[in-house]
C-alpha cells in the first residue's frame, strides 16, 4: 500500500491559464474523489468516479472544471482560464467498494494551486 | 441538507492530559457513517475513527474514542494521554449512504502543550 499520490505538490500559474493535476489512488480501489479546500475550510467534494465512470458531480464544479479517470486508474483534473477563486488545496482520495460497508476514503498530499 | 458544524476552532491541552473534541450534524438519512480525520501540517489527512450510525456501542482506537449521541446528532472526539505529536487540524465528517460523498466540518486545531 504505497498510498495516494498526487502531483504537482505545488502549482503555481497566472490567471487564465490552464492546469492539469494527476492523483494515483491506492492500487485496489476502485473509487476515486476529489476534493477542494481553501484556507480555514474543510474540504468540499467535487467529484467521484467508480472505476472509470464519473458518478457525481458538485455544483462547485463549474464548466472550466473537467475531471478524467481513463481505464479506471489514475486520474486527471483540469481547470480551464483559472480564475482567482481557484486558488486552494485540491484533494484525491480513494476507497474500496465493499459490498455491505463503506469504506473509509484515503486522502492523498494534495495539490495547492496558487493563482497570480 | 446535510451539515456539519465544528464550534471550536482551536482548542488546547497539556501534554499527558484529554481533550474532547466537539462535533454535531444534521441528516435526515437513518443510515450514515461519521469519522474523524486528522489533517497535520503540510501532510495528508489520516483517519482517526469510524462510527457506523447503527451501531450504539461507541467506536475505540487506542487513545481514540468517540461520544456518538445519535437522537442529539453529536458525534464528540476524546483524546486521551495527549501526545505532541496529536497535534493538528481535526476534521468531522459525515457519509450518508449511497452518497460516499463526505460533508467536513470547518475544523478543530488541536495545540499540545509540552
Known amino acids: 500500500d504505497t498510498g495516494v499520490s498526487q502531483n504537482p505538490r505545488h502549482k503555481i500559474t497566472k490567471r487564465g491559464q490552464n492546469v492539469t493535476f494527476r492523483c494515483d489512488p491506492i492500487s485496489e480501489h476502485n473509487r476515486l474523489y476529489w476534493y477542494r479546500q481553501t484556507l480555514g475550510q474543510g474540504p468540499e467534494f467535487l467529484t467521484y468516479f467508480q472505476n472509470e465512470a464519473q458518478l457525481e458531480k458538485s455544483r462547485l464544479l463549474s464548466d472550466r472544471f473537467s475531471a478524467e479517470r481513463p481505464k479506471g486508474s489514475f486520474s486527471t483534473l483540469e481547470i480551464q482560464r483559472t480564475e482567482q477563486g481557484d486558488s486552494a488545496m485540491y484533494l484525491c482520495?480513494?476507497?474500496?467498494?465493499?459490498?455491505?460497508?463503506?469504506?473509509?476514503?484515503?486522502f492523498g498530499d494534495g495539490t495547492r494551486l496558487s493563482i497570480l | 441538507a446535510q451539515t456539519v458544524t465544528q464550534s471550536q476552532p482551536e482548542m488546547s491541552v497539556q501534554e499527558a492530559e484529554t481533550v474532547t473534541l466537539s462535533c454535531t450534524y444534521d441528516?435526515?438519512?437513518?443510515?450514515?457513517?461519521l469519522f474523524w480525520y486528522k489533517q497535520p501540517p503540510s501532510r495528508q489527512m489520516i483517519l482517526v475513527i469510524r462510527q457506523e450510525a447503527y451501531k450504539q456501542q461507541n467506536a475505540t482506537e487506542n487513545r481514540f474514542s468517540v461520544n456518538f449521541q445519535k437522537a442529539a446528532k453529536s458525534f464528540s472526539l476524546k483524546i486521551s494521554d495527549s501526545q505532541l505529536g496529536d497535534a493538528a487540524m481535526y476534521f468531522c465528517?459525515?457519509?450518508?449512504?449511497?452518497?460516499?460523498?463526505?460533508?467536513f466540518g470547518t475544523g478543530t486545531r488541536l495545540k499540545v502543550l509540552a
Open positions: 482520495a480513494s476507497s474500496h467498494k465493499d459490498i455491505g460497508s463503506n469504506q473509509p476514503q484515503h
Open positions: 441528516t435526515s438519512e437513518s443510515d450514515y457513517y
Open positions: 465528517a459525515l457519509d450518508t449512504s449511497g452518497t460516499y460523498k463526505y460533508i
